[in-house]
């Protein structure tokens, strides 16, 4: 299939972030999508979520793959790292080299492990409208060098596109108090993370492989990420989702 043009791909993410208002808003599965655009768009490795409750609390909400994930809630156990510093600040963090000892003595956990992980750099972007912050956006390079500074910029805007997608639906959804709603996606994550490693398990697959055919048959049925998870703990997807891909 022919790739399209650069300026139609980002119109595309832009759309898509922007598309929330609908009956079965996915919040795990919007935020998915705004880490696959940032990873297809940008210059980077991997992306990830992190999104705060209304006491204030970080908790992880999406991830481009695994590793990522992992530091992710590593960051949150520790209470150190750039997505806790963006949200505390209502700031972006600017592009960090992560080998450096000012970055190990800023972060002295976070810093070292991310380097194991094989990331060089990172670069935060808050979630935010006005002075409302919702959550942050980590971005991690495996190469050497900053971000561009015009692809930093082009990142703050999609996290902004995205904060307004989910205020606006969490505006329309009169009957789920904010509290509710966050609740119900903390929910969502813990039945999808529970599907991966059944999926994972049954398919003979890694994870991160069985977190991608999901994701895939979710969105090739136009079916909630969530519901298609649920049914592969249930054991009711379909076959072509469940068997193994040795058979």
């Not at 060098?145 to 692809?151: I, K, M, R």
């Not at 895939?216 to 193994?244: K, M």
Request: aromatic share 4%; net charge negative.
């Amino acid at each position: 299939m022919r790739e399209l043009p650069r300026e139609e791909q980002l119109a595309a993410a832009f759309v898509d972030l922007a598309d929330t208002l609908v009956q079965d808003f996915d919040v795990i599965g919007f935020l998915h999508t705004l880490a696959d655009h940032c990873v297809h768009l940008l210059d980077v490795a991997s992306a990830g979520v992190l999104l705060a409750t209304p006491a204030g609390q970080l908790v992880d909400a999406a991830a481009s793959d695994e590793r990522t994930r992992r530091l992710e809630l590593a960051s949150i156990e520790w209470d150190e790292g750039p997505c806790r510093d963006c949200f505390r600040t209502k700031k972006p963090v600017p592009d960090v080299a992560l080998a450096t000892l000012s970055a190990r003595m800023r972060w002295p956990r976070f810093a070292p492990r991310a380097t194991e992980l094989g990331f060089t750099s990172v670069v935060a972007a808050p979630l935010r409208l006005h002075d409302q912050v919702i959550g942050s956006l980590n971005l991690f390079r495996d190469r050497p060098g900053p971000l561009d500074d015009s692809q930093v910029r082009l990142a703050q805007a999609l996290a902004d596109t995205a904060t307004i997608g989910v205020l606006q639906q969490r505006a329309v959804s009169e009957q789920m108090t904010v509290t509710a709603q966050l609740q119900a996606a903390l929910d969502s994550r813990v039945i999808i993370e529970q599907a991966k490693g059944y999926l994972a398990n049954r398919r003979g697959t890694g994870v991160e492989e069985a977190f991608i055919l999901m994701r895939r048959y979710a969105r090739d049925h136009q079916t909630r990420l969530t519901e298609i998870a649920r049914q592969v703990l249930q054991g009711t997807a379909d076959t072509s989702l469940l068997e193994r891909r040795d058979r």
